[in-house]
């Protein structure tokens, strides 16, 4: 099992510059999630997907955000155009049926 | 959005010694999780839960689900300095799909 596949593990960019942050799940997971941490505000949930289908993006800060899962195998985090703000940790988890989550490695977001 | 609430913020101890910390919330959960998260790394399960007033070990690890299903514990027995890190609790209703985390406690271990 390879576990939750996050790229890139380090992003830096500069502020205006669209950025892309992508997750391959655990295969045979239906649920995907991502969080964003920060020092501030800890773990927070920008959106969660079931069987592909976004149910629930009320955590996604701004319309500069947007996320896709295309097939239950591949999901992205796009942020478009990046600000200085957005800088953290961006964890994608998966999970089945309500088991717990398991977590990548996260993508260390820089934004200048 | 929403957070558990967890204590203490951050803990310094010493080697050998015993570690507590805990979790609250004003809702109720079916589930409750606790992991663990290395510097760089992201959180990692350590014990899962799923039964009000059950008690789950996990080598020196001990977690408990509140009876009032609003609450968790875990204790860390004798630390050892690999067991520095943060450490998340994390609460599941059935039917939700959300899992909705703590604020940490960051631990630290003096040898």
């Known amino acids: 099992d390879a576990g939750v596949i996050q790229s890139p593990r380090h992003e830096v960019t500069e502020m205006g510059q669209e950025v892309t942050l992508r997750c391959k799940p655990i295969?045979?997971?239906?649920?995907l999630f991502w969080y964003r941490q920060t020092m501030m505000r800890g773990l927070e949930l920008l959106i969660y997907?079931?069987?592909?289908?976004?149910?629930?993006d009320s955590g996604m800060p701004e319309d500069r955000f947007s996320a896709k899962m295309p097939n239950a195998s591949f999901s992205t985090l796009k942020i478009q155009p990046s600000e200085p703000r957005d800088s953290a940790v961006y964890f994608c988890?998966?999970?089945?049926?309500?088991?717990?989550?398991?977590f990548g490695n996260g993508t260390r977001l820089t934004v200048t | 959005g929403q957070q558990l609430n967890q204590s203490p913020q951050s803990m310094f101890i010493q080697e050998g010694e015993d570690v507590s910390m805990n979790c609250t919330s004003s809702s109720i959960f079916n589930t409750w999780l606790w992991y663990k998260q290395d510097p760089g790394e992201g959180p990692v399960l350590l014990i899962a839960l799923y039964k009000a007033g059950e008690l789950t070990s996990n080598g020196r690890l001990t977690a408990q689900f509140g009876i009032t299903r609003k609450d968790s514990f875990l204790n860390i027995s004798a630390s050892i300095p690999s067991d520095v890190g943060i450490y998340f609790c994390a609460g599941y209703l059935s039917g939700t799909y959300k899992y909705i985390f703590g604020t940490g406690t960051r631990l630290k271990v003096l040898a």
């Open positions: 988890a998966s999970s089945f049926e309500g088991s717990p989550l398991h």
């Open positions: 997907f079931n069987n592909n289908v976004p149910i629930d």
């Open positions: 295969s045979g997971h239906n649920s």
